[in-house]
């Protein structure tokens, strides 16, 4: 079968290699879709996910067709859609460095759990659009972990894949009213598309006097006026300039999810800080949220349809990867297997 696999910095080959044997606990997945994640073009660049390995087998937002089904496995059948947890797999991360990469066309899924490292989705889900489930889950655990509430008003920055699926958990949760701010007008009209109550353009807009006017006016335990109502922050962006927002002085009790990488440090006054009591959550890939994701994107497929702005075959996996590293270029990137 076709691998496609990083063999050095900036050398993608695609290496015909044995299809994977499964065993009695094991699945055998033909694939469908892969997604091209924005770390996915650095990794080829530097050499790999472990760089200077010998070779570095790339994907890991995977979605496929169960073909074989080991004898100890119950809850999949031959035939299942699936899409699979990369990380929650028994042996190495797919794609992570690992044996295995999702952009080939088999993958064999070790000690598959129905429901947890392999999730069915159903038929009317397009393959472009299930492989959606691994990114956005990322996105649903740092919003998980910011205690969305009915009655909360959010807002996401960066509307890219990740933003847009913070935007999409948050609704899941119910949150009343989502603002995604951006620099990028397209990606904000894709906000609005997907269901965001409004928009900011972060490069010509006062994003806190705009907060303030969206989301009313908070207060600290000083009782500082002026502070945006914003309960929840989320940082699907990652720079400076988001942070700056909302250490300028979030209200009383709000939560600053953060899920972005920041390759900037960021300067923090925390005495400012203690009277609004804010409470800073990061969140790290998705041990356990892919399940809720995948049942989100059964339900409202046509909104996570349009996060995806290009599907490539897979024989041009080379070219989607390059398409995915180019800023502005798209929004999100999806491989398709025949
Ligand atoms: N924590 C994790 O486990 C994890 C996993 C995957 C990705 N990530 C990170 O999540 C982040 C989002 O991923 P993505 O694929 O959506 O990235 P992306 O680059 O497609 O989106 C980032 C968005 O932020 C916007 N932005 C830039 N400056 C801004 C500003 N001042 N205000 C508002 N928005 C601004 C950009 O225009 C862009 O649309 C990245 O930092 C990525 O590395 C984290």
């Not at 910095?9 to 994977?20: A, C, M, Y």
């Not at 948050?170 to 894709?190: F, S, T, W």
């Not at 006054?269 to 049942?295: W, Y």
Request: proline share 7%; with cysteine.
């Amino acid at each position: 079968m076709k691998s496609v696999t990083v063999t050095g910095p900036g050398r993608l080959e695609t290496v015909e290699i044995p299809r994977p044997v499964t065993g009695p606990r094991d699945v055998l997945v033909k694939m469908k879709a892969c997604g091209i994640c924005g770390a996915d073009p650095h990794a080829l660049q530097e050499g790999g996910i472990m760089p200077g390995a010998a070779s570095s087998p790339m994907g890991h937002e995977p979605a496929g067709e169960i073909v074989e089904v080991g004898a100890e496995v119950t809850g999949l059948r031959v035939g299942d859609r699936v899409v699979i947890d990369p990380t929650g797999v028994a042996d190495a991360i797919i794609g992570g460095g690992g044996p295995q990469g999702a952009l080939s066309e088999y993958l064999a899924v070790r000690e598959a759990t129905a429901g947890r490292n392999v999730i069915v989705m159903p038929d009317h889900v397009p393959w472009h659009v299930a492989a959606l489930a691994e990114p956005l889950a990322v996105a649903r655990r740092c919003v998980d972990k910011t205690g969305p509430r009915p009655e909360h008003q959010a807002v996401v920055f960066g509307a890219g894949p990740v933003g847009l699926g913070a935007l999409l958990a948050l609704k899941a949760h119910g949150v009343r009213h989502v603002v995604v701010a951006d620099v990028q007008p397209n990606r904000l009209e894709k906000a609005i598309a997907l269901g965001a109550d409004a928009v900011i353009d972060s490069r010509t807009e006062d994003v806190r006097a705009r907060l303030v006017e969206l989301h009313g006016e908070g207060t600290d335990a000083f009782g500082r006026p002026g502070l945006p109502g914003t309960d929840i922050y989320l940082d699907a962006a990652g720079v400076p300039a988001v942070a700056q927002t909302v250490f300028a002085g979030p209200k009383l009790g709000a939560v600053f999810g953060i899920v972005a990488i920041y390759h900037q440090s960021v300067e923090v006054d925390f005495q400012q800080l203690i009277p609004s009591e804010l409470t800073i959550v990061h969140s790290m890939g998705h041990p356990t949220e892919m399940a809720a994701v995948a049942q989100d994107i059964a339900e409202n497929t046509d909104k996570y349809a349009l996060i995806v702005s290009d599907v490539v075959p897979f024989a041009e996996t080379a070219r989607a990867i390059d398409l995915a590293g180019r800023p502005g270029a798209t929004d999100k990137v999806v491989v398709t297997f025949d």
